[in-house]
């Protein structure tokens, strides 16, 4: 719920600032990799020094995913409303499902598919309830699918990460390697890295504290200790959220589609945790 709650306001922060959205992700990287620099440094030395060059390149890859996601999800929500960016970077679940089938031997069981399909089925009643905002909507929609992709590819590769890392080694790899794939983006571009005021330095850095150490870092830590679907499906509950915000921040009150949308996804996401946890009850039964 934590990591929701903080992911949820990363549509506001974007809203509030006005530089384009890669220097608003490559900002928002930058802080959150400094950030985490100092307990790394300061207490994950051992670690550091103890990692083989398969971590390095699997967290420098996890890392160029997560920049990829940013760039696409900061652009969708310049071109469609925050509601349809939100549910559509959230189909990250479906992507994840499958990969864990074909990489990880991770099936869903047939238990638990009623409870995905029913909270994205809610996800998707919050986004039909808001008008797409702008005459690039469609592009917008596509932009988010292609960030849902790379979110996807994010979580697979961290829960490899996560079975060795500690979250702050693992999470301050990811964030400079993200910051690095952003900054190589933006001068490739030809996109100017400065001169956008103040106001984009302090919604990136709210970013980099509420969305990714309160957001992001509470997800790698959970990939240690639950499925990487279960991790995706909890963050349809993000529409739910940025719902909430919208209204306590911008005065936008949700309509009675929003609302019901909201109560299926989180009855799905209910019905999913307590899926997960009667099959590990289950297990810890048959263990010795």
């Known amino acids: 719920m934590l990591g929701v709650a903080g992911v ?9 600032s006005t530089a ?9 990287m930058a802080f959150s990799a400094a950030l985490m620099a100092v307990p790394v440094l300061a207490g994950r ?16 890859a ?4 997560l920049g990829i996601h940013f760039a696409a999800y900061f652009g969708a929500l310049r071109a469609t409303s925050i509601a349809s960016a939100v549910v559509l970077v959230d189909t990250e679940v479906f992507f994840v499902a499958a990969a864990s089938a074909l990489f990880l031997g991770q099936r869903l069981p047939r238990r638990t598919w009623p409870a995905v399909l029913l ?8 986004a039909l309830a808001d008008s797409a905002a702008g005459t690039n909507a469609l592009l917008g929609d596509l932009i988010a699918l292609a960030g849902a992709a790379a979110m996807a590819v994010y979580t697979m590769i961290g829960t490899v990460c996560r079975q060795r890392l500690s979250t702050s080694v693992y999470t301050f790899l990811v ?3 993200a910051a690095a794939t952003l900054l190589a983006a933006a001068l490739l571009s030809g996109t100017p890295l400065a001169g956008y005021g103040p106001v984009n330095g302090l919604t990136a850095l709210g970013m980099a504290v509420c969305c990714t150490l309160l ?8 990939l240690k200790y639950l499925p990487p679907a279960f991790i995706a499906t909890v963050k349809l509950m993000e529409p739910v959220f940025a719902s909430v915000w919208g209204l306590l921040l911008f005065g936008e009150r949700p309509g009675w589609l929003t609302v019901a ?7 799905g996401v209910g019905l999913y945790a307590r899926t997960i946890g009667g099959d590990a009850g289950k297990r810890e039964e048959r263990e010795p």
Do not use: M, Q
């Open 119 to 126: 909270a994205f089925a809610g996800s998707a009643v919050v």
């Open 8 to 16: 949820s306001l990363s549509a506001v922060f974007v809203r509030w």
């Open 62 to 65: 996890s890392g160029l995913f």
């Open 175 to 177: 964030y400079t390697s």
């Open 261 to 267: 949308g909201g109560a299926a996804v989180l009855l």
């Open 20 to 28: 384009p959205s890669l220097i608003l992700a490559l900002y928002r």
């Open 215 to 222: 957001g992001h870092n509470v997800f790698s830590w959970g």
């Open 45 to 60: 030395r051992r670690e550091l020094k103890s990692l083989t060059r398969r971590d390095v390149l699997l967290c420098l």
